[in-house]
T-cell receptor
Framework: GNSVTQMEGPVTLSEEAFLTINCTYTATGYPSLFWYVQYPGEGLQLLLKATKADDKGSNKGFEATYRKETTSFHLEKGSVQVSDSAVYFC????????????FGTGTRLTIIP | SQTIHQWPATLVQPVGSPLSLECTVEGTSNPNLYWYRQAAGRGLQLLFYSVGIGQISSEVPQNLSASRPQDRQFILSSKKLLLSDSGFYLCACHGGASSYNEQFFGPGTRLTVL
């Protein structure tokens, strides 16, 4: 099955700082790649996704590029806001069929004003 | 788009008591459904998934069970809870062919076993 290695948290940044959360994966198939975000006390929301090599997913100022050669899907944002404080999960899928996701351990991000 | 309902939102139960958590889905038919557990400060662990009524696959050995009595209903159960069953339980639904592998998540149930 798949596995995910995600940047250890917690991460604390000042508002307007540049953010990178690293994610690398191993997969036997050809997965789609996802970043999910979990705000305090809530379920997970899809942040962005990429379904094939070199695709760039983007949403709310966040971006991540599907790098097949390095099996990576690093999350970036140029200028973070206090409202970005949350836990971020990287997750590759297994491909068509059951579409099971393998989640990383999550990275807790705190943005201070 | 899909909407996932979970209840109860929070639950406090004594060790050894039974459990029933319910998940229902709106806005799609014949979805793949998933139960995840998130222990405090940890990532998500897939517990069960279902591709149809009465079809359940278990991902990890445990004292929990799942059932799917209707197309858009997914239930997580236990006959006797353990302390280690405490956590945040999330139901998820695969969005179907048009959403290209995306899963949608419910709001979750926070279970505390005392």
């Amino acid at each position: 099955g798949n596995s995910v290695t995600q940047m250890e948290g917690p991460v604390t940044l000042s508002e307007e700082a540049f953010l990178t959360i690293n994610c690398t994966y191993t997969a036997t198939g050809y997965p789609s790649l996802f970043w999910y975000v979990q705000y305090p006390g809530e379920g997970l929301q899809l942040l962005l996704k990429a379904t094939k090599a070199d695709d760039k997913g983007s949403n709310k100022g966040f971006e991540a590029t599907y790098r097949k050669e390095t099996t990576s899907f690093h999350l970036e944002k140029g200028s973070v806001q206090v409202s970005d404080s949350a836990v971020y999960f990287c997750a590759p899928s297994e491909g068509f069929g059951n579409e099971k996701l393998t989640f990383g351990t999550g990275t807790r991000l705190t943005i201070i004003p | 788009s899909q909407t996932i309902h979970q209840w109860p939102a929070t639950l406090v139960q004594p060790v050894g008591s039974p459990l029933s958590l319910e998940c229902t889905v709106e806005g799609t038919s014949n979805p793949n459904l998933y139960w995840y557990r998130q222990a405090a400060g940890r990532g998500l662990q897939l517990l069960f998934y279902s591709v149809g009524i009465g079809q359940i696959s278990s991902e990890v050995p445990q004292n929990l069970s799942a059932s799917r009595p209707q197309d858009r209903q997914f239930i997580l159960s236990s006959k006797k809870l353990l302390l280690s069953d405490s956590g945040f339980y999330l139901c998820a639904c695969h969005g179907g062919a048009s959403s290209y592998n995306e899963q949608f998540f419910g709001p979750g149930t926070r279970l505390t076993v005392l």
